[in-house]
């Protein structure tokens, strides 16, 4: 009876605005959190994200002058976590991209995947904005084949993850921007065969977009998403004018399509 009648009169103050998620968080909180923000609440976290996105090369990809253009190619970003009562979550993520560009003669051939574990929570910074935070591991997988040439890379490498996630609600849904660091290092096979040790691999991630957010009366959350990502890697890439592994940068653009449950 005290939640429904403190939610009535969140509502009734709100009215000619917008009741957000953020507004019932802080209902719940003003009857079952303590004075450090906790919530009385445990939720499991699923997220599907079907992208479409394109590969690119500092230097382009292909040999000789003749390119090997990437088209826009669906890769998957699977999520799966767990947030406690007072906020702190634990979550896997899974992203692969495995794709080719020309003819088999001559085709360049790009296999990568990313397996993440790390940590988050939010942070409340108004009414309608909210900060979340991630800190973890990468493991990171790649391969690029450039077979007119006869040159590749390959890295595997685990090391450290930093996330931010920016969002604002609005009375139609809620705008995000989002960012993340990954820096690893592992051994490393160059085009030549030749393995070399210590390399250092640096991953960039940029996206930008919209959710739409619902729950139903069991208190199930759906949320989809729409948006846009840019992906810059460097320490990644063959270079066909040098005939070896320049490390010239790779990257990826493209658009971005999900959907996320939370209970």
């Known amino acids: 009876m005290n939640r429904l009648l403190f939610l009535c009169l969140v509502g009734l103050s709100s009215l000619g605005t917008y009741v957000t998620a953020e507004d019932i968080e802080f209902a719940n909180y003003a009857i079952d959190g303590d004075d450090k923000g906790h919530y009385d609440q445990r939720t499991i976290v699923a997220d599907v994200e079907l992208n479409f996105m394109r590969f690119n090369q500092t230097d382009g990809t292909g040999f000789l002058g003749v390119p090997n253009r990437f088209n826009w190619e669906a890769t998957p970003r699977f999520t799966l976590g767990f947030a406690g009562a007072e906020g702190l979550g634990l979550r ?28 988050f929570d939010y942070v409340q910074i108004g009414r309608a904005t909210s900060l979340e935070w991630s800190a973890g591991l990468r493991y990171n997988d790649f391969s690029v084949i450039e077979r007119a040439a006869g040159l590749n890379d390959e890295f595997g490498g685990l090391g450290a993850l930093l996330g931010l996630k920016l969002t604002r609600a609005t009375s139609f849904g809620k705008f995000y921007g989002r960012a993340s660091w990954a820096i690893m290092t592992d ?23 919209y959710e739409l957010s619902r729950r139903s009366r069991k208190g199930v959350q759906l949320t989809s998403r729409v948006g846009y990502e840019v992906q810059y890697w460097s320490g990644y890439g063959v270079n066909s004018a040098a005939l070896g592994n320049g490390n010239v940068g790779i990257g990826w653009d493209g658009v971005i399509l999900g959907i996320g449950f939370n209970r």
Do not use: F
Not at 107 to 114: G, L, M, R
Not at 192 to 209: F, S
């Open 92 to 119: 896997l993520r899974y992203w692969v991209y495995s794709h080719s560009a020309g003819p088999p003669p001559t085709e360049t051939v790009v296999d990568t995947y990313n397996i993440d574990l790390e940590l």
């Open 187 to 209: 051994s490393d096979s160059n085009s030549l065969n030749v393995a070399t040790t210590n390399d250092i691999g640096m991953q960039t991630e940029i996206g930008l977009g």
